[in-house]
């Protein structure tokens, strides 16, 4: 209850809580205008004044108050002398799995535009954490979904952080109430409907009747085993080999694709795709080029070595006649700019196969040159060709042809996989 905490020990539980944020850092709070999101940005702006804070508000346009909450978000931030970013999620809500497609728009938006000083706060307390334990014991997780939210992760270039995971609900109850926070109250917070919500109000509080510790021993357990993967994680920055992995036992391959993947900014596919995505993974002939879906990512391998990546869907090939110089946007990713002194039409082009380069001193076949160099094909596939007539005259920024025809080229890259 509310009221079993007095106001002075929650103040200090959260002091404790943001004490250690660092002021050359830029801290963007991930604000839903409910109860927890609005105490850690009140706390934040009084706490902890000489922060630089960035305030974030997604609107998933899937409750007929959501326009009305973000009102009330901007009105909160300007009370306390902030302004709110406000993010409208574009794409098409689902008829299933929702919690999970909010959660994946929503942390996407929160990482874009962050730079290596960037981090993203949220708001995730005591009870969350216990929560979370308790439904992916439910559905038979490991060590690492046992371990479950860190307090630290990667977020696209930045960081995210989750100040308030030793705290407990009471705590940000009572200090909502000690300063008299207005705050959004989202109806599907008490539907049964969700798992999360049947625990928290069905079987947690059952638990802490019986056992009044369960909370804290259960998000302190989730601590221990959570260190208990950290020597894993000490590998997890280097390359995935598939010669190295063949090598490991399942359960040690397991948890270094895990740990690895959450390093690189993605959520691990479910436990029962584990034994296909190694079958594909590990024992495809070594020119095949396999390639492991999941909601968010998919894995893929070129010779010895698997990637991760943002699911890249259909790539459509391209074919522009274009003038003799110019500059434009190429969709793979950034924009190409281009100046041929020549008579011949020139266009800009996606591999299609079968393209020469005159390079070295002969003509030397694209593919072969892609091949000597390791260039995965799914990368061959987004760079852009400068052609004049029937001569190609440069591949992306990785060649250029021996040419006596004078011309400029240059693609400057967006983000890359």
Known sequence: MPGTVSSAKAEAALRAALAALNADLIYRVAYSGGRDSSV??????????????????????IHPDAAAWAEHGRAFCAHLGLTLDVQQVCTPAPTANLEAWAREQRYALLADGLTAKHVVLTAHHRDDQVETVLLNLLRGSGVDGLSAMPATRPLGVGQLQR????????????????????????????????DRNF?????????????????????????????????????ADAPLL???????????????????????????????????????????????????????????????????MAPLGERPVLDWPVAHAGS?????????????????????????????????????????????????????????????????????????????????????LGEIE
């Open 40 to 61: 850690l940005l009140h706390a934040l702006s009084r706490l902890r004044p000489e922060l630089a804070l960035e305030v974030m508000h997604v609107n998933h346009a």
């Open 163 to 194: 100040p308030l995971l030793d705290v407990d609900a009471q705590c940000i109850a009572a200090y909502a109430e000690a300063h008299q926070l207005s705050f959004v109250d989202d109806p599907s917070n008490a539907s049964m409907q969700h």
């Open 242 to 308: 598939v010669s190295e992995l063949r090598e490991q036992a399942p359960a040690v391959r397991n948890q270094l694709l895990r740990v690895w993947l959450r390093n690189q900014g993605f959520a691990p596919p479910r436990f029962r795709m584990l034994d296909d995505l190694w079958r594909q993974m590990l024992s495809a002939a070594p020119d095949a080029q396999p390639v492991v879906r999941w909601p968010g990512a998919e894995l893929r391998r070129y010779r010895d070595h698997i990637f991760v």
């Open 328 to 412: 434009r946007v190429w969709p793979a990713g950034g924009r190409v700019h281009w100046s041929v002194e020549t008579q011949a039409p020139v266009r800009i082009a996606s591999p299609q196969g079968g393209e020469m380069l005159r390079f070295g001193g002969m003509q030397r076949r694209l593919k072969n040159l892609y091949q000597q160099a390791g260039v995965p094909p799914w990368q061959r596939a987004r760079d852009p060709l400068l052609w004049a007539g029937d001569e190609l005259l440069a591949v992306g920024n990785r060649w250029r042809a021996e040419t006596g025809l004078v011309f400029e080229w240059s693609w400057e």
């Open 199 to 235: 625990l928290r109000h069905q079987i947690v509080p059952r638990l802490l009747q019986r056992f009044p510790q369960a909370a804290a021993n259960i998000a302190r357990s989730a601590g221990l085993l959570s260190q208990q993967r950290q020597p894993v994680s000490g590998h």
